[in-house]
């Protein structure tokens, strides 16, 4: 029974569209735990930043748990741009904040998600499809090493550190000011990262089919060795700014976007090069060539 219950189970991981319904079903089932812990501490003396943090926290261990049982840590990539727009805009919501600055920061953030969103779901194969990042963790590492690596650095940490990155725009909500021509600049510079991500990431989807296996370096690539990861980086440096440009003297919290941007750089991107190093002997050529991000 196990075994035949094993095999179905691998055969519904090979379909991109049942897999899709799947990971539909975990996402808004892990919307209503986080839903429900918000709810339940509303009777503490919890603020509700403190309350957005619990369910931010029982959502992420929720889709983790996911992860294990389809033995896929991959389940957790959407998490990274379907959380954030949900919690900031449930945070305006609770303390009727509807500023001009408020919708600048819910637009650009909208925007952001649904594009990074789309970008995951047309690179999205099936459940039997992880991230080779995290194979590497699950075939270099011991069981047990894996799984502290897996819960601690591959699922709470990028919740721990986006929830951060948040901070500004949570503080922007609760202020309720309104925009200046400097707000509107830095919703431009988040936008603008939103079409640099874009247009880095579709070169880089035709290149891939066209040239499987060589080194990217036409259009965006050719100028930056990472530049989807630098309109990531730069779109919570934006969020940032938008606070600034109201409240200056808040300068710091610019924490999380600090400690994203230390991610990317100490993590993301090493991991990338070194792959990319031992996959494509060119990439040494086009390293020395090319700067990291422009």
């Known amino acids: 029974m196990l075994q035949k219950s094993f095999f179905i189970m691998q055969k519904l991981k090979e379909s991109r569209c049942i897999s ?45 748990i996911f992860g294990l049982i389809f033995k896929n840590t991959s389940v957790y990539d959407p998490y990274w741009s379907v959380a954030p727009p ?12 509807c500023s001009t600055a408020t919708i600048l920061l819910l637009v650009a953030i909208w925007i952001w998600a649904i ?49 951060l990155a948040m901070i500004p725009g949570f503080q922007l909500i609760e202020m309720k000011l309104e925009a200046n021509v400097f707000t509107y600049l830095a919703c431009l510079l988040c936008i603008g990262c939103v079409v640099l991500q874009l247009v880095a990431d579709r070169q880089l989807h035709r290149f891939v089919k066209q040239h499987k296996g060589k080194v990217c370096n036409v259009g965006l690539w050719k100028h930056g060795r990472h530049p989807n990861y630098l309109g990531e980086i730069m779109m919570w440096w934006g969020v940032y700014f938008m606070l600034l440009s109201v409240v200056p003297e808040m300068w710091m919290s610019g ?14 991107i090493r991991l990338m090069e070194s792959r990319q190093l031992k996959n494509k002997p060119e990439y040494i ?7 990291i991000f422009i």
């Open 115 to 163: 594009r990074l969103t789309g970008n995951w779901a047309y690179t999205f194969k099936n459940l039997n499809t992880e991230d080779w990042r995290y194979s590497k963790f699950r075939t270099t590492q011991n069981a047990f090493m894996f799984h502290f690596i897996n819960f601690t650095g591959l699922n709470m940490m990028p919740t721990v550190i986006v929830f």
């Open 255 to 268: 924490i999380g976007a600090l400690l994203n941007t230390v991610m990317f750089l100490g993590i993301s």
């Open 86 to 97: 949900l919690m900031l805009t449930t945070y305006a919501c609770c303390l009727g904040s």
């Open 20 to 64: 899709f319904i799947i990971l539909a079903i975990v996402y808004i089932a892990a919307f209503f735990v986080g839903w429900y812990v918000f709810k339940f501490t509303e009777s503490t003396t919890w603020n509700i930043l403190w309350r957005l943090f619990a369910a931010d926290f029982a959502a992420t261990v929720f889709v983790w």
């Open 285 to 291: 050529e086009y390293k020395k060539k090319t700067r």
